[in-house]
């Protein structure tokens, strides 16, 4: 007998959550009017992940992330990077 894959969980990955995390705060109403967010990094966010994320978002085309201070970044699109 086969086990069924559908009692199955799998735990996010620390890259996961701290990407979900910044997917959250980026999909606020309020953040999308100014079309950028300030983060920090939280304590229980590896800094391994969080370097990963941020890496991945500064090679796409038409993010910027500018690194404020260690663990402090603030992300911007579109408009933000106009001006």
């Known amino acids: ?5 559908a009692n199955i969980t799998f735990s996010p990955t620390p890259y996961e959550q701290v990407g ?3 997917q959250r705060l980026v999909s606020d109403p309020k953040v999308q009017k100014r079309q950028a967010v300030d983060i920090t990094r939280r304590e229980d ?26 663990g402090y970044v603030r992300i911007g699109w579109k408009r933000y990077i106009d001006l």
């Open 1 to 5: 007998m086969t086990p069924s894959t």
């Open 20 to 22: 979900r995390r910044i």
């Open 45 to 70: 966010e590896t800094p391994e992940a969080w370097e990963q994320v941020l890496q991945e978002l500064d090679e796409t085309d038409g993010i910027t992330v500018e690194r404020l201070q260690p």
